[in-house]
């Protein structure tokens, strides 16, 4: 489709026609790489507003300019709802956002395994920023494989496993069931927790309410949290933590800012006081939520 049929102004315009019947675009400088990759259609773009960003089979991933956002979120609520995170397990996130964000925690050693090597390897040539050398640090340790293949045969016990996926559309729609998730809780210690990417509260109101309904069915704490990702449909994502012992919101503001501190840890959204925050959710995505 182009710019000039949806009445965009003139210029070369990235349209992501979501299936739910909204539009986005972004006004692109530049088309760097488009590539099929074993398993997905890669892209890579410069844009006006996002720099330059990452896109999966149509649909944007991750950008300079936002990605912040989702990944401090993603990753500083559950490493500091967990008092001591060590074992860590990362379940996609081939932009190494999650990745270098988990590593700023210095008793973490993470593990992270991706599907699609492809990933790793454009993101570390094109948005170098984004992973800040996370793949080289000797802490980390990638895998090149299947997510719930890797769980479902792991012998090991983490402290928390941070699942960074595509949206639930093809090949990551077992990321998303109760049969995965009950993998997890297999591969966590006895106080170990979950926290996923758990799609927009906006317009994907089916998949969340499912999504949390699966994570209940396994885990006796299981808490929704909201942050801002402009590149997302509809500015606001939503987060899920499942938990065999710690509640996210009972942390303290002062406790997770010792942590901060202690670790020298710098951030850009995520605060102490806003980990408590994005627990208060809208009346209409509680009642869904539960």
Same mark, same amino acid.
């Given at each position: 489709?182009?710019?000039?049929?949806?009445?965009?102004?003139?210029?070369?315009?990235?349209?992501?026609?979501?299936?739910?019947?909204?539009?986005?675009?972004?006004?692109?400088?530049?088309?760097?790489?488009?590539?099929?990759?074993?398993?997905?259609?890669?892209?890579?773009?410069?844009?006006?507003?996002?720099?330059?960003?990452?896109?999966?089979?149509?649909?944007?991933?991750?950008?300079?300019?936002?990605?912040?956002?989702?990944?401090?979120?993603?990753?500083?609520?559950?490493?500091?709802?967990?008092?001591?995170?060590?074992?860590?397990?990362?379940?996609?996130?081939?932009?190494?956002?999650?990745?270098?964000?988990?590593?700023q925690?210095?008793?973490?050693?993470?593990?992270?395994?991706?599907?699609?090597?492809?990933?790793?390897?454009?993101?570390r040539?094109?948005?170098?920023g984004?992973?800040?050398?996370?793949?080289?640090?000797?802490?980390?340790?990638?895998?090149?494989?299947?997510?719930?293949?890797? @769980? %479902?045969?792991? /012998?090991?016990? $983490?402290d928390? *496993?941070?699942?960074?996926?595509?949206?639930?559309? +093809?090949?990551a729609?077992?990321?998303?069931?109760?049969?995965?998730?009950?993998?997890?809780?297999?591969?966590l210690?006895?106080?170990?927790?979950?926290?996923?990417?758990?799609?927009?509260?906006?317009?994907?109101?089916?998949?969340?309410?499912?999504? @949390? %309904?699966?994570? /209940?069915?396994? $885990?006796?704490? *299981?808490?929704?949290?909201?942050?801002?990702?402009? +590149?997302?449909?509809?500015?606001?994502?939503?987060?899920?933590?499942?938990?065999?012992?710690?509640?996210?919101?009972?942390?303290?503001?002062?406790?997770?800012?010792?942590?901060l501190?202690?670790?020298?840890?710098?951030?850009?959204?995520?605060?102490?006081?806003l980990?408590?925050?994005?627990?208060?959710?809208?009346?209409?995505?509680?009642?869904?939520?539960?």
């Open positions: 489709m182009s710019a000039e049929a949806v009445g965009a102004p003139a210029g070369d315009w990235y349209l992501e026609d979501e299936p739910f019947g909204f539009l986005q675009g972004l006004r692109v400088k530049e088309r760097l790489l488009k590539t099929r990759t074993d398993f997905q259609v890669l892209e890579i773009m410069d844009t006006d507003v996002f720099g330059r960003a990452l896109i999966l089979d149509e649909a944007l991933q991750t950008s300079e300019w936002d990605e912040f956002m989702y990944h401090e979120m993603l990753v500083h609520v559950p490493m500091l709802t967990h008092p001591s995170p060590q074992r860590v397990l990362i379940i996609g996130g081939g932009d190494g956002g999650t990745l270098r964000r988990v590593l925690h210095p008793q973490a050693n993470p593990v992270q395994v991706e599907i699609d090597s492809a990933v790793i390897e454009t993101c040539q094109y948005l170098p984004i992973s800040e050398h996370a793949f080289d640090n000797p802490r980390a340790r990638v895998v090149i494989g299947d997510g719930m293949k890797f @769980v %479902a045969d792991n /012998r090991e016990q $983490f928390v *496993v941070i699942i960074d996926s595509t949206d639930p559309i +093809g090949p729609v077992p990321l998303f069931g109760e049969p995965f998730y009950r993998s997890v809780a297999r591969a210690a006895e106080d170990g927790l979950l926290a996923a990417q758990s799609s927009s509260p906006i317009f994907m109101k089916d998949n969340l309410t499912a999504q @949390v %309904a699966h994570l /209940r069915a396994v $885990f006796p704490i *299981v808490r929704t949290y909201l942050g801002l990702v402009p +590149g997302y449909p509809g500015g606001i994502w939503s987060y899920t933590i499942g938990s065999k012992r710690y509640d996210p919101v009972a942390v303290r503001a002062e406790d997770a800012a010792a942590r501190n202690a670790a020298g840890i710098q951030t850009r959204y995520y605060t102490p006081d980990h408590r925050a994005a627990f208060v959710l809208p009346r209409f995505i509680a009642e869904f939520t539960g």
